[in-house]
């Protein structure tokens, strides 16, 4: 590593912000480029990179960082796949919305109240780091990897939360209704 991207790092976690307008100044244009080669948004890609930067100012106290350049990179790698995940499970929930039959005024909207309370009691339910997990997954779509950082736990940990999580929720709704559910409620 260079002697100037040694002393910024340092600078960075010592908390200078004069550092990450530098390493934002260098990377930013690179970055958003690439976000938009995978997500193909322009918006999407400037939500990325922000994000990334936000993130790296957040985490830079407490995280070690070997290569700025490849940090940066490999950050908006995973967020933009797990943008396009999202989006993803957003399309199959649609697609599964479509299939049902189409009820008309206050009993749809009767419904949808009640599934609405059932689905709040049920997150209440959940132990509170069980309900973290699965608020990062499910709402915010973050990975496993970026769980298990976030929250200083291992991979496994979290892929039982939010696998006790669902279960909660298949005992409360059907399971042909979860997808759409999680669509409804976690967008």
Aim: glycine share 2%.
């Amino acid at each position: 590593m260079a002697e100037n991207e040694k002393l910024l790092l340092e600078a960075l976690k010592n908390r200078q912000e004069k550092a990450l307008e530098t390493i934002f100044d260098r990377y930013w244009k690179r970055l958003y480029i690439y976000a938009h080669s995978l997500t193909g948004d322009h918006q999407i890609a400037e939500d990325l990179v922000q994000e990334i930067f936000i993130s790296l100012w957040e985490k830079s106290a407490t995280t070690s960082i070997e290569q700025i350049e490849a940090y940066l990179f490999r950050g908006v790698k995973y967020r933009a796949i797990n943008h396009l995940k999202l989006e993803q499970r957003k399309v199959s929930a649609e697609e599964e919305l479509k299939l049902r039959p189409i009820k008309e005024g206050t009993e749809e909207h009767m419904d949808y109240l009640e599934s609405s309370e059932l689905f709040q009691k049920t997150m209440e339910k959940l132990p509170n780091r069980c309900r973290r997990v699965f608020y990062l997954s499910r709402v915010q779509g973050y990975n496993n990897r970026e769980i298990a950082q976030e929250m200083n736990i291992s991979i496994r940990t979290v892929e039982t939360h939010i696998s006790n999580a669902l279960s909660l929720f298949r005992i409360h709704f059907n399971n042909s209704f979860l997808p759409i559910l999680l669509f409804l409620f976690c967008n």
